[in-house]
Nanobody, 118 residues
């Protein structure tokens, strides 16, 4: 499974961006698609996750501002980011988790940099 993240860039505080994560396989049956981020000097953290059954969850710091969505026809997961703050500045990564009876397989995309200026 290959994941291609895109959509990062420089935006002013209060602005919006949409990140995309295109998968090389059908995402319909991928158990969890998620977005993580890593700011300089900090650990990578979960931002948002979307489960195949439709459930989503978000980090408290982005609730009400970010939304994760899936387009199964395009095998793409999006992260819609609104009301961006300087503290949202980070490299954003998408991740896919696929469970089998034997193991859980985790795949990461390359990061895309989001910079929010004050």
């Amino acid at each position: 499974v290959q994941l291609q993240a895109s959509g990062g860039g420089l935006v002013q505080a209060g602005g919006s961006l949409r990140l995309s994560c295109a998968a090389s396989v059908s995402i319909f049956n991928i158990d969890v698609m998620g977005w993580y981020r890593q700011a300089p000097g900090k650990q990578r953290e979960l931002v948002a996750a979307s489960r195949s059954g439709g459930n989503t969850n978000y980090a408290d710091s982005v609730k009400g501002r970010f939304a994760i969505s899936r387009d199964n026809a395009k095998n793409t997961v999006y992260l819609h980011m609104n009301s961006l703050k300087p503290e949202d500045t980070a490299v954003y990564y998408c991740r896919a988790l696929i469970s089998t009876s034997a193991r859980m397989n985790v795949y990461w995309g390359q990061g895309t940099l989001v910079t929010v200026s004050s």
